[in-house]
Structures are given as structure tokens and as C-alpha cells.
């Protein structure tokens, strides 16, 4: 596959779900995807159990790993993002923020590790949010904008059709396949799946995800 192109998977791993989507695993909502790894750790909104892109997860790989550290604090963070979201999706045709950043399950064949250590750069910041949460509980549209996932008017767009809701796996749009062929349009939805986290809660994950059409 060319850089920057298209590779093709079977969203869901083999759930039922049969219709081959083609993805661009770069670009922003690759950097989004992992912000939403990153925030959703044990030590920030507790949404997945894993910390291996907290300060603490990183300095324990550096050591285990001098040369990869970057590429596995990815892979195991974003792994544990993807299976619980998978975990609470319903069988169909359908794409978490994690099916859609991602060409395969397995980030460690598709990153270099100049690039997983710029994408880790970039999440760093979030450890100020570890002590924010433990310091006076978390407002988590708050952090989820100030991390930079989304704008404001992405969490406005998740207000304005979905309203509060009850359950643990939320559709929030029907998406023509076409549609994710483009950049515009894969960063639209990117952003919309990074915003609809606003659903959940610290310690109660809501999984936003899109219907194919």
C-alpha cells in the first residue's frame, strides 16, 4: 500500500459485518484517535484498562523497550481503546473512532517509529488532565475540547441531535461508504465520534459509533 492511501479490512473483526472499507490511517483522525486512547486511561476518564500512555506507562516502556517504546505505548493504549469500544457496539455494519483511524489491529505494523513518537509527543500534554481528575473530579466536554479532539461546535452538533441518553452504545449517524472515501469527510466524522465521547462519564464509558451505508 502507497503512503498515505488506502488499505481495506473487514469492520469489526469478523463480527458479521462483511463490507470492506477503505481507510487513510494518517492524518488528523489518526492524532484524534490516540488523544481519545490517551484521555480514556485508568488515570483520566477510566474508560479502558490500560496506562500505557501516561507518564508512568511511558518511562516503563522506555526501559523495556529503549528502541520501540513509542510504538507499543501505542499499541497497547489503542488496543485497549478499540476492544472496549468493540466490546459495546452491536453486531452491523459500523465504525468506532478507533475502526476509523486505524487500517488493521495491529498499530505496530503500520507506524515507524518516528511517527509514534511524534503522535506520543502530542498526547503528553494530556497528563495534566491525570491530576485534574484527581484532584476535583473532571468535566469531561471540558478536557475533551481543551485536549483538542474536537471544537466546541462538534460537541454543540452531538447536543443538538442525540440529547442525553441512556444507553452504553450510541449511533450517531447513518454514513454512506463514500462518504469515508475523503479526507473532508473522514475528519467530519472523526471529530463527530471524538466529540459524542462526551456521552460517557469519568469511569462510565459511552461508545459513539456510525452506521454504513
Known sequence: M???GFGTRTVG???GMTRDIPIDVRGACLKVAVLVARLGEKDIFNW?????LSWAGREALRRTFPHTWAIQSLFLACTAAREACRGLVPPGNSMTLFDLAFRTGDLRQELGADEARSLVQGVEGADEYAREVAGSGANVESILVRAGTCEPRDIAWVREHLGDVGE???CIGKVAVGNLRTEEGRVLWGR???AAHVLGEVGRLVVPYIGLS
Open 2 to 4: 502507497a503512503e498515505g
Open 13 to 15: 473483526g469478523g463480527r
Open 48 to 52: 479502558w484498562d490500560s496506562e500505557a
Open 168 to 170: 452504553r452504545a450510541v
Open 192 to 194: 463527530r465520534l471524538a
